[in-house]
């Protein structure tokens, strides 16, 4: 029957269907179809471009792969499939060729598209990958390689900020570094006793711990320039009156031999390093300590911490071991002697990274399989609980380290365990009391936490609006003083004017006629009215 073949290729930069002429002839020669991807204008002859579907912008593009990744149909991925791929007859069927299987599988479960991923698709998703920016218009290589820089950036950021395992890889570092610092250290502290050996051979008889002898090597230094009164030192670094005194006398009665300044301070130097690596040895245990109660508080409680960061190191991440069936569990860390035993038909390990548990080293010779066994089924158990549970608690590893101290005693004195139902019921009921205390203070918190930011918002608010009302007068300020200039310039103006007028009373005034005297005035009166009156006869 005649097939047209489709093939979808998912680019940073969009979506293309490409359609393959004459499929039949193409999937009898695939050799020709490989030489033929090398050549644009021979690969254009048999790939023919249908439809392109761009992305709208970078976060569109991230959700779409972030979706193609973890084989879920994307919707536009499904608008785009609907509206472009034509629906195939009894006579044509449409095959869509496509790059993984998890993504065709959902295609034709949600749109009924039968999909393939193999044959000749490989070869033509491999030369359109070659070819793609010839084939779509107004795409170019920079443009393309750019997109697909981009989106791997953001992709692996998202890969990396939504990674299930973040937490469980500072414990497997911690583990590793701490292996690492043990070897180290050991390897350090034994160079250490023999270059000191020379000078004072005895006093790795008196001392076998590393620790201790690095800082009482730095304490003596020289031995003939040791004496009485350094023995209280000594005393409260060994805390042992009896092996400071026995350090005293064989300093004095060594047969080592003499030792220059120089080597001495070499040797003092190098003792310095190997203390500064056991202390922060120790400060790394507590801080995987604290790491493991956080990540994996029941699988630590239950086996320790150092065991249970092994553990987990191993298998990868905690989210492998909870998958890891409790057999699995039980030999992890000795496959070589596993494989071995397979391969030469022998007896195989009982036990491999839980044999440095304390439980099997309790256990006697018969029962260690057993307790290795039984503690393998308890890890797992606890490694799911950790893994899969929202607010993790201690509760359920004290009762399962309590159930294995009952098995020791079973298995010695032959006293029968509380059943496994009852244990797993009471640790449940505890844990949802504890949980719930959890849950309560987890709220207390957020609360405080949003009061203290609305606080923050507040004052930050307040700060800004006395900081704009500062602005305001600082600015209005020099207006202020503007006008105070127009007043003093009117108020020059006005004094202009009033001494003006003051020039002007001070010109000297006119001379006012001075008034006569009363009696001058009434003769001058009295002659008047004598002449008015020789006036009126001469005129009759």
Same mark, same amino acid.
């Given at each position: 029957?005649?097939?047209?073949?489709?093939?979808?290729?998912?680019?940073?930069?969009?979506?293309?269907?490409?359609?393959?002429?004459?499929?039949?002839?193409?999937?009898?020669?695939?050799?020709?179809?490989?030489?033929?991807?090398?050549?644009?204008?021979?690969?254009?002859?048999?790939?023919?471009?249908?439809?392109?579907?761009?992305?709208?912008?970078?976060?569109?593009?991230?959700?779409?792969?972030?979706?193609?990744?973890?084989?879920?149909?994307?919707?536009?991925?499904?608008?785009?499939?609907?509206?472009?791929?034509?629906?195939?007859?009894?006579?044509?069927?449409?095959?869509?060729?496509?790059?993984?299987?998890?993504?065709?599988?959902?295609?034709?479960?949600?749109?009924?598209?039968?999909?393939?991923?193999?044959?000749?698709?490989?070869?033509?998703?491999?030369?359109?990958?070659?070819?793609?920016?010839?084939?779509?218009?107004?795409?170019?290589?920079?443009?393309?390689?750019?997109?697909?820089?981009?989106?791997?950036?953001?992709?692996?950021?998202?890969?990396?900020?939504?990674?299930?395992?973040?937490?469980?890889?500072?414990?497997?570092?911690?583990?590793?570094?701490?292996?690492?610092?043990?070897?180290?250290?050991?390897?350090?502290?034994?160079?250490?006793?023999?270059?000191?050996?020379?000078?004072?051979?005895?006093?790795?008889?008196?001392?076998?711990?590393?620790?201790?002898?690095?800082?009482?090597?730095?304490?003596?230094?020289?031995?003939?320039?040791?004496?009485?009164?350094?023995?209280?030192?000594?005393?409260?670094?060994?805390?042992?009156?009896?092996?400071?005194?026995?350090?005293?006398?064989?300093?004095?009665?060594?047969?080592?031999?003499?030792?220059?300044?120089?080597?001495?301070?070499?040797?003092?130097?190098?003792?310095?390093?190997?203390?500064?690596?056991?202390?922060?040895?120790?400060?790394?245990?507590?801080?995987?300590?604290?790491?493991?109660?956080?990540?994996?508080?029941?699988?630590?409680?239950?086996?320790?911490?150092?065991?249970?960061?092994?553990?987990?190191?191993?298998?990868?991440?905690?989210?492998?071991?909870?998958?890891?069936?409790?057999?699995?569990?039980?030999?992890?860390?000795?496959?070589?002697?596993?494989?071995?035993?397979?391969?030469?038909?022998?007896?195989?390990?009982?036990?491999?990274?839980?044999?440095?548990?304390?439980?099997?080293?309790?256990?006697?010779?018969?029962?260690?399989?057993?307790?290795?066994?039984?503690?393998?089924?308890?890890?797992?158990?606890?490694?799911?609980?950790?893994?899969?549970?929202?607010?993790?608690?201690?509760?359920?590893?004290?009762?399962?380290?309590?159930?294995?101290?009952?098995?020791?005693?079973?298995?010695?004195?032959?006293?029968?365990?509380?059943?496994?139902?009852?244990?797993?019921?009471?640790?449940?009921?505890?844990?949802?009391?504890?949980?719930?205390?959890?849950?309560?203070?987890?709220?207390?918190?957020?609360?405080?936490?949003?009061?203290?930011?609305?606080?923050?918002?507040?004052?930050?608010?307040?700060?800004?609006? $006395? #900081?704009?009302? +500062? @602005? /305001?007068?600082? !600015?209005? %300020?020099?207006?202020? &003083?503007? *006008? =105070?200039?127009?007043?003093?310039?009117?108020?020059?103006?006005? $004094? #202009?004017?009033? +001494? @003006? /007028?003051?020039? !002007?009373? %001070?010109?000297?005034? &006119?001379? *006012? =006629?001075?008034?006569?005297?009363?009696?001058?005035?009434?003769?001058?009166?009295?002659? +008047?009215?004598?002449?008015?009156?020789?006036?009126?006869?001469?005129?009759?």
């Amino acid at each position: 029957m005649p097939q047209s073949l489709f093939v979808l290729y998912e680019h940073a930069s969009g979506y293309g269907l490409f359609r393959v002429k004459e499929f039949e002839e193409v999937a009898t020669f695939i050799p020709v179809v490989e030489k033929s991807t090398v050549d644009v204008s021979k690969f254009q002859s048999i790939v023919k471009l249908v439809a392109f579907a761009p992305f709208k912008s970078g976060t569109n593009a991230l959700d779409n792969m972030n979706s193609i990744s973890e084989g879920v149909l994307h919707e536009d991925l499904h608008v785009f499939l609907e509206s472009n791929v034509p629906k195939g007859g009894k006579k044509d069927k449409v095959v869509l060729g496509v790059a993984d299987a998890k993504i065709g599988a959902a295609i034709t479960e949600e749109l009924g598209i039968k999909c393939t991923h193999i044959g000749v698709v490989p070869e033509v998703i491999r030369g359109i990958r070659l070819h793609f920016p010839n084939m779509v218009k107004g795409l170019t290589e920079v443009s393309s390689a750019k997109a697909q820089l981009g989106l791997g950036h953001s992709y692996s950021r998202a890969k990396v900020k939504f990674n299930v395992n973040r937490a469980d890889n500072m414990i497997i570092q911690s583990i590793s570094l701490m292996d690492q610092l043990d070897k180290n250290i050991n390897t350090f502290s034994m160079r250490m006793r023999e270059w000191y050996s020379y000078h004072f051979p005895e006093l790795v008889k008196i001392i076998s711990d590393n620790y201790l002898y690095a800082k009482v090597v730095r304490l003596i230094g020289n031995r003939k320039e040791f004496t009485d009164e350094s023995l209280e030192q000594l005393e409260e670094l060994v805390m042992d009156s009896g092996k400071a005194q026995a350090i005293l006398d064989a300093s004095r009665s060594s047969m080592g031999m003499d030792i220059s300044p120089i080597d001495l301070m070499n040797i003092e130097a190098f003792t310095a390093k190997v203390i500064s690596l056991t202390e922060y040895r120790k400060g790394l245990a507590d801080y995987l300590r604290s790491k493991m109660k956080a990540v994996a508080p029941n699988l630590g409680t239950l086996i320790g911490d150092q065991v249970g960061a092994r553990l987990i190191a191993h298998a990868g991440s905690l989210t492998n071991l909870a998958k890891y069936p409790a057999s699995t569990v039980q030999i992890l860390g000795a496959e070589k002697a596993l494989f071995r035993a397979i391969k030469t038909k022998g007896n195989t390990p009982k036990y491999g990274l839980i044999f440095h548990s304390t439980f099997i080293g309790r256990a006697a010779a018969k029962n260690k399989g057993r307790i290795s066994r039984y503690l393998a089924n308890k890890c797992s158990i606890a490694s799911r609980i950790d893994c899969f549970s929202e607010i993790p608690t201690q509760v359920f590893g004290d009762h399962l380290k309590q159930q294995v101290e009952d098995r020791l005693k079973f298995l010695d004195t032959g006293e029968a365990p509380q059943k496994n139902i009852d244990v797993m019921h009471e640790a449940v009921q505890e844990a949802a009391v504890v949980q719930a205390k959890v849950a309560k203070k987890e709220k207390k918190k957020k609360k405080k936490e949003k009061r203290k930011s609305s606080a923050d918002d507040t004052l930050d608010t307040t700060q800004e609006a $006395d #900081t704009t009302q +500062e @602005m /305001d007068i600082s !600015q209005e %300020e020099p207006k202020k &003083k503007k *006008k =105070k200039n127009k007043r003093k310039s009117e108020g020059e103006g006005l $004094d #202009t004017t009033q +001494e @003006m /007028d003051t020039t !002007q009373e %001070e010109e000297p005034p &006119k001379k *006012k =006629k001075k008034k006569k005297p009363k009696v001058e005035a009434e003769e001058e009166e009295s002659e +008047e009215e004598v002449s008015k009156k020789k006036k009126k006869k001469k005129n009759k």
